[in-house]
């Protein structure tokens, strides 16, 4: 069965950090893609950053560039989002979601297979 069980979501002040986690079960980690999602009320899912595992490349959203961050440990099968100097425009239900093939458009959340339930992150002025 695979999984993904996203935390670290919460309440923060405008120009604060908070760090996401993305912790996954039942596949091989290691060969699959990583992208971390965001929805805002009355908004489209917008991609936000993304991490191939086999090469660690990474891809990121302008609206995020320079202040979001994604990695992985291996070892322990987990994807981080470390988000700094938040703005209250930041403040979405954040998904992690994951496929086994590296995308064509890395954006485009119909190339995701298995989804994560989300977390809340609240961005204050």
């Known amino acids: 069965e695979v999984r993904l069980v996203e935390s670290g979501g919460g309440l923060v002040q405008a120009g604060g950090s908070l760090r996401l986690s993305c912790v996954a079960f039942?596949?091989?980690?290691?060969?699959?893609?990583i992208a971390w999602f965001r929805q805002a009320p009355g908004e489209e899912r917008e991609a936000i950053a993304c991490?191939?595992?086999?090469?660690?490349?990474?891809y990121y959203a302008d609206s995020v560039r320079g202040r979001f961050s994604i990695s992985s440990d291996h070892a322990k099968d987990t994807t981080f989002l470390q988000m700094n100097s938040l703005k209250p425009e930041d403040t979405a239900v954040y998904y992690c979601?994951?496929?086994?093939?590296?995308?064509?458009?890395?954006?485009?959340?119909?190339?995701?297979?298995?989804w994560g339930q989300g977390t809340q992150v609240t961005v204050s002025s």
């Open positions: 039942g596949f091989s980690f290691d060969d699959y893609v």
């Open positions: 979601a994951t496929t086994p093939y590296t995308p064509d458009l890395w954006t485009n959340e119909y190339e995701y297979n298995y």
């Open positions: 991490i191939i595992n086999i090469n660690y490349n990474t």
